[in-house]
């Protein structure tokens, strides 16, 4: 059901942990499953990502997402970050289970969370970020990739 990189992520998570005073914070949850989300920035002077850490009360595949997605934005820009979508961690990853898609989306929603945090701490704009919404619509859930 889960494919090889699936299981990597899921057994080795990488970026599992926390960063004290954070350049920028995010926690969502998932409206589906209750399964909760943080992220924590650390971002230089530059706007470049330069560590990130994940915690999570979710499943096994919220778990393989946030690693993958944390593995993604580490090194980039604040604004090459916007890149790393749900769909781009599911790729990367070789693809999730139709019924496990919305387990991505907490990784990329809290990283738009922690964007957000650090954008309004520091009066910055970044392209395409919109303000964080607390939990994910129904809707997102029937979307394919
Ligand atoms: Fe909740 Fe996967 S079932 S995040």
Redesign the pocket.
């Known amino acids: 059901m889960y494919t090889e990189k699936v299981m990597d992520h899921f057994e080795h998570p990488r970026n599992v942990g926390e960063i004290e005073n954070p350049s920028g914070m995010g926690t969502v949850g998932?409206a589906?499953?209750?399964?909760i989300?943080r992220i924590y920035l650390d971002i230089d002077e530059n706007q470049v990502i330069q560590d990130v850490k994940f915690k999570?009360f979710?499943?096994?595949?919220?778990v393989a997402t946030s690693s993958m997605a944390t593995e993604m934005v580490k090194g980039k820009t604040v604004q090459e970050a916007m890149s790393v979508t749900n769909k781009a961690v599911c790729e990367a990853l070789d693809g999730l289970p139709p019924v496990?898609i919305?387990?991505s989306l907490?990784a990329e929603e809290a990283i738009h969370a922690a964007l957000w945090d650090y954008a309004q701490k520091n009066g910055i704009e970044i392209e395409g970020l919109e303000k964080p919404k607390s939990d994910i619509s129904e809707e997102e859930e029937d979307e394919e990739y």
Not at 32 to 35: H, N, V
Not at 58 to 62: D, T
């Open positions: 998932n589906k499953c209750g399964d989300m999570t979710g499943c096994g595949a919220a496990k919305h387990c907490l």
